[in-house]
């Protein structure tokens, strides 16, 4: 018999709300500001400007998915509040990440970190999903369904080393491309 406690969720969602808004937060707050008021000084920014979306459908995401998931989550585990923490303390370097992408577009190294970053998130959600399953039983059935591996991790890895193979033959902007393509078909995916 394990002597293992179990911990209610509750406590570790209210920390990650606040994180993610403090993200979001730092994000818009990194938007420069155009030079003048005019469509000009706005189009020269676009680069942020894209960035900043595809970081922000980032957050948004992870917020959505992590609250699908813990709404039917009865119990954590010491693994589990760990998980999140590395967790955050991954995707709490997307603003930096993303002001770096921002002012280097066609830079390789920016944009290999930048999904870096998204690919190590993914790779602590597979290991969170597998914990969670494994210490949920009585919500097996729904757990399973919403950390549906395939769809919401083995899809965007792929596309995110699609994007990495082809920033390596010449194209450093296809990172961001892809982790606008994967946040895009999860948005999508999670409406159905």
């Not at 018999?1 to 808004?21: H, Q, T, V, W």
């Not at 693994?79 to 967790?87: A, P």
Request: net charge neutral; with cysteine; hydrophobic share 55%.
């Amino acid at each position: 018999m394990s002597n293992e406690k179990f911990m209610d969720p509750g406590r570790l969602e209210a920390f990650y709300d606040a994180i993610i808004a403090i993200i979001v937060t730092v994000l818009v707050l990194e938007l420069p500001q155009p030079a003048t008021a005019s469509l000009a000084s706005i189009w020269a920014l676009r680069t942020s400007y894209f960035a900043y979306l595809i970081s922000f459908l980032v957050c948004a995401n992870l917020w959505q998915y992590h609250h699908l998931i813990y709404n039917h989550v009865e119990k954590i585990n010491t693994r589990i509040i760990w998980l999140n923490i590395l967790l955050m303390f991954v995707f709490s370097l997307v603003p930096y990440l993303t002001i770096f992408v921002a002012n280097n577009p066609n830079s390789l190294i920016p944009q290999l970190l930048y999904g870096l970053d998204f690919i190590v998130v993914d790779l602590i959600l597979f290991l969170m999903a597998k914990t969670l399953l494994k210490i949920n039983s009585n919500s097996e059935d729904y757990l399973k369904k919403a950390l549906n591996v395939r769809e919401a991790l083995y899809i965007p890895f792929i596309i995110l080393i699609v994007g990495f193979i082809v920033a390596l033959l010449g194209y450093p902007i296809a990172i961001s491309v892809c982790c606008l393509i994967t946040m895009l078909r999860s948005i999508i995916y999670s409406l159905h």
